[in-house]
């Protein structure tokens, strides 16, 4: 039986965003429902940080290019919002290179401008485990 990764925290921020749509519901841009929910997450005691420069790096290499995702929470969830009608293989792509581009394993894809209701989608990154790994957990 697979597990929820991060199943309460997530849960956490879901209600933070279904409480921002219940509030403003859908037609406003972008930037609104991210100052929205960043005061959300403060009401709620959610920790968070927003838009933090993450810098990128090719094989091992730092690059002078960085991303920043709209939030962070519990430091180990990424929260990617978006203001459109609807949610696109483009914006999948994005949250798994995010996840591919850092250590997190988590992507919250946050969908206001859907209606009747909010989308969202969970994009999960699991990690190759090296035989040592695998090992180790048996011990």
């Known amino acids: 039986m697979a597990t929820i990764l ?18 403003k519901g ?3 841009t972008e930037p609104v429902y991210q100052e929205c929910l960043g005061l959300e997450f403060e ?25 920043k995702p709209d939030f962070i ?3 180990k969830i990424l929260v990617e919002i978006k203001a459109l009608a609807n949610l696109a293989d483009v914006h ?4 798994l290179n995010y996840l591919n581009a850092t250590r997190f394993d ?21 990690r190759p485990k ?5 090992l180790n957990s048996w011990i």
């Open 6 to 23: 991060h199943k309460d925290e997530s849960y956490r921020i879901i209600g933070a965003c279904f409480e921002v749509y219940k509030q």
């Open 26 to 28: 859908c037609g406003f």
């Open 43 to 67: 009401i709620q005691h959610i920790p968070f940080l927003a838009q933090v420069e993450l810098q990128l790096d090719y094989k091992g290499r730092l690059l002078n290019q960085y991303f």
């Open 73 to 75: 929470c519990f430091d």
């Open 92 to 95: 999948r792509s994005q949250a």
């Open 106 to 126: 988590l992507v919250l894809l946050v969908n206001f401008g859907h209606f009747p209701k909010i989308e969202y989608e969970r994009i999960a990154h699991s």
């Open 130 to 134: 090296t035989i040592s790994d695998e």
